[in-house]
């Protein structure tokens, strides 16, 4: 399935999460050289890249140049079955680790998790192959770099768009550890016992997710100093 996110900004506080700077570094390692990355970056900075389509393996965006508008694509090496089948029970193998990335955070546990069974979340700057519709002779080029520090954004605020991108879907995701929630014999205490189990995981979830998104609400109020009203305390 593949999802369009909207035009990006650029983020005010730049990039800030561990994951998000391992993706830039991957996109300076993908650059032929400065003189490709000092551009993409001001195209990416100024806004020139129009909606950017995400789906397993793949990136998708028109990027504008004065009255010209270019095609970018981007390909992405996905997991295999097995590599997938992996990281689910690598997701699964913590309680909160769910509950993480639906509010927005990659554990870096996780990643490491992830790497002992051979599973490889961050790209590389090689594994970045990104293909334009424009003359330029070299690739990556501007245009596809603004892209690509522009899909660093995305995956900043939310890791999932990276799981995404190797293969493995929010909903796809959602679905395995349900399934494997509901497998027989994972938990004890026959199906009644599952049943509970699987909703009382669903409940914590939610619960998590919504505190975790209350509080990205809140940190910027409370640093700009602005008196908050007790009811959203």
Request: hydrophobic letters at 45%; aromatic letters at 4%.
């Amino acid at each position: 399935m593949r999802t369009t996110f909207p035009r990006q900004t650029q983020p005010r506080r730049g990039v800030r999460s561990w994951w998000g700077k391992a993706w830039q570094r991957a996109v300076e390692e993908a650059a032929y050289s400065e003189a490709e990355l000092k551009p993409g970056r001001a195209a990416a900075r100024r806004g020139d890249v129009g909606g950017i389509s995400v789906a397993p393996g793949s990136l998708l965006a028109a990027v504008r140049e004065g009255d010209d508008a270019w095609t970018v694509e981007v390909a992405v090496p996905t997991l295999d079955d097995a590599g997938r089948a992996a990281l689910v029970e690598v997701v699964a193998a913590e309680s909160g680790r769910i509950a993480e990335l639906l509010a927005g955070n990659l554990p870096h546990d996780l990643v490491e998790h992830a790497e002992e069974v051979g599973v490889e979340l961050l790209p590389y700057g090689g594994e970045l192959a990104a293909t334009c519709t424009c003359p330029h002779y070299l690739a990556p080029c501007a245009h596809a770099l603004a892209v690509l520090i522009q899909t660093g954004w995305l995956v900043d605020t939310d890791p999932l768009v990276l799981l995404a991108l190797r293969g493995l879907e929010r909903d796809t995701l959602l679905a395995d550890l349900h399934a494997r929630t509901l497998a027989p014999g994972t938990p004890s205490g026959g199906a009644g016992a599952v049943a509970t189990t699987s909703a009382d995981l669903a409940d914590d979830v939610e619960l998590l997710v919504e505190a975790a998104l209350r509080a990205q609400r809140l940190v910027p109020l409370f640093e700009s100093g602005v008196e908050l009203p007790e009811r959203l305390l």
